[in-house]
C-alpha cells in the first residue's frame, strides 16, 4: 500500500477520484496540461461504462497520465469486505476503462493502481487488490475540494501548509452530482 513516496526528491504525487464527469474531468485535463504535471486518476467504472466521457479517457492515456481503478461503484464501501467483490469491481472498471478506449482506437493500457472509495480497506480489499495484481493507493494529504462553493484558496493553501515532498495528494475531478449538460465545477 502506498500513501507516500520516498519523500528524497521535492516531488508529490497528484491524484483525482471520482471520475470521469465531463467539464470537470475536462477542465482540470487543461489545468494539468497547461502546467506540464502528470497525475493519476482513479476512475469510477460504472461512471466510465455510461461512455459519455471515453474522449476524456483517451485523452488521459494520450497525455501521460496514468489511470486507476476506484471501485464499479463509489458508494459500495461494503464491497471492500470480500476479496472476491473488489476483484470483480476491479476487474469490471479495467474492463470498461479498456472498452473506453478501444472506442478511440486505443488499446488497453496499464491500470496498475487501485484506491478504495473513501479510502476505506480492510484485509479482504487488499487481498482482493492483489488478486487483480495492482497496487493499493492511499493519500497523505487530503482536503475538503468536492464542495462546488470552496474556492481555490480554500484548497490550495491546506495542501500547501501540510505538503511534503513524496506525499499523494488526493483531490476530486468532479461530484457526477448534475447532468453533464448542467455541470459546474
Sequence with gaps: MHTRGAGTRPIVALTFDDGP???????VLDVLAA?????????????????????LVA??????HTLGVH???HNAVRRTFFADLTF??????TRGIAAALARH????APVPYYRPP????????????????????????????WPRSRTVDDIVAPILARVRAGDVIVLHDGNNLAPHSQQTC
Aim: charged share 20%; net charge negative.
Design 88 to 93: 470483480a469491481d476491479i476487474q469490471a472498471t
Design 118 to 145: 473513501f479510502g476505506f480497506h480492510t484485509r479482504a480489499t487488499r487481498r482482493g487488490v492483489t488478486m487483480a495484481g495492482m497496487t493499493l493507493v492511499t493519500w497523505a494529504v487530503s482536503v475538503t475540494d
Design 35 to 55: 502546467a506540464h504535471a502528470p497525475a493519476t486518476f482513479f476512475l469510477v467504472g460504472s461512471f466510465v461504462d455510461r461512455g459519455e466521457d471515453d474522449a
Design 105 to 108: 482506437g486505443l488499446s488497453a
Design 71 to 73: 471501485g464499479y461503484w
Design 59 to 64: 485523452r488521459m492515456l494520450q497525455e501521460g
Design 21 to 27: 464527469d465531463g467539464r470537470c474531468t475536462e477542465a
